[in-house]
């Protein structure tokens, strides 16, 4: 047995803003963002996209549930338990949360592949769902127009092939670049409780507290195009193949201009690689399943059977795998 995509499904927030600058909106290509409601949760939009992909899936057959986000509704109890209950799963399954923000899909590719062909598991639900919004100053206009909230649903299941469906991973971890990108108050090493708020305004105006989501954007910037060409080419080395033997690249959808700087420094000009995130804006692990939603709405005459995705960013980690999408179908009202 070999773990293939099947359906993927996304959910967008209902509010949206416009970015009304530009200069900025030709740089980073984001011109809307959908920003959660003040009560809406991660869980809440979850369970939207979850509940698209239901529409076409068999929520029965689930056995395991994987949630990816960095915004979940409390400390504890897991997300993923609650999603299973609002969501009437079977209580005969697997949930489990983990925190990772933009590989977060390519881990939980990862993890739905180790629990199908290790047999623990035959329908794997990986749900991915962010509300960075919440956690970035009104009046930080560096931060504050990049990132947009939205949730993915994705269905991971067993077929009965010796073809992969999903492969080729290539992980990286430098925890030294983990201020890059932070919130740092709200955790047990700064809690609410015992730590003052404190706000600071740089040398553009931008005003944050130590409660808000903090970016340095050149550091990520040069941590991205120092290891993800590299992984780029670990992953050709490792499956034996050639980047014109990819039809597609799907990167993590950052911003423009990073994507198109990758673009160059990869050598990947003339091949086919997603660069829109126009409509969505960085929605961190949302990032990745809502561009292979759209390329399935898209380019449905399309060969989509090497499709190599990276995602790179807060942690900082970077991860790439290669997948077969000519079993997926996309759930979605455009598709």
């Known amino acids: 047995m070999k773990a293939y995509i099947k359906n993927i499904a996304y959910y967008l927030p209902e509010h949206v803003e416009e970015n009304r600058n530009e200069r900025l909106r030709q740089k980073t290509g984001i011109v809307h ?26 929520r029965e057959k689930i056995d395991y549930l994987l949630f990816c986000t960095q915004s979940p509704d409390y400390y504890l109890p897991t997300t993923a338990c609650i999603l299973q209950n609002r969501l009437g799963l079977s209580r005969h399954i697997g949930a489990l949360d983990y925190n990772h923000g933009c590989t977060g899909y390519i881990y939980g590719l990862g993890l739905a592949k180790g629990l199908i062909e290790s047999g623990q598991a035959s ?25 947009g909230d939205a949730a993915t649903a994705t269905l991971i299941a067993a077929k009965d092939t010796e073809n992969e469906g999903i492969y080729g991973f290539e992980y990286g971890t430098d925890g030294a670049g983990a201020e890059s990108l932070i919130v740092p108050v709200g955790g047990m090493r700064m809690r609410y409780q015992n730590t003052k708020e404190e706000s600071t305004t740089d040398k553009y105006g931008n005003i944050r507290t130590n ?15 120092d290891v ?19 039809d597609y690249f799907v990167f993590h959808q950052a911003n423009y201009f990073m994507l198109r700087s990758l673009q160059k420094i990869c050598k990947l000009g003339k091949l086919p690689y997603w660069n829109d995130m126009k409509e969505y804006g960085n929605t ?15 380019e449905k005459d399309k060969k989509l059977q090497r499709v190599l995705l990276m995602g790179f960013g807060v942690g900082l980690s970077w991860g790439g795998c290669i997948v077969d999408l000519a079993d997926a179908a996309c759930n979605n009202m455009e598709c």
């Open 123 to 147: 329908n794997v639900l990986l749900l991915t769902a962010e509300t960075y919004s919440k956690y970035i100053h009104p009046r930080d206009y560096a931060v504050l127009p990049l990132f």
């Open 33 to 58: 963002r959908h920003v959660a409601g003040e009560n809406e949760t991660a869980s809440d939009i979850a369970v939207k996209a979850a509940e698209k992909l239901f529409n076409v899936s068999q």
């Open 284 to 298: 961190v692990s949302n990032s990745v399943p809502i561009a292979l939603a759209d390329i399935l709405s898209m």
């Open 228 to 246: 993800v060409p590299r992984a780029l080419k670990s992953i050709f080395r490792r499956n034996n193949i050639e980047k014109e033997d990819i």
């Open 211 to 225: 409660q808000n989501l903090f970016m340095d954007g050149g550091a990520i910037m040069e941590f991205a195009l």
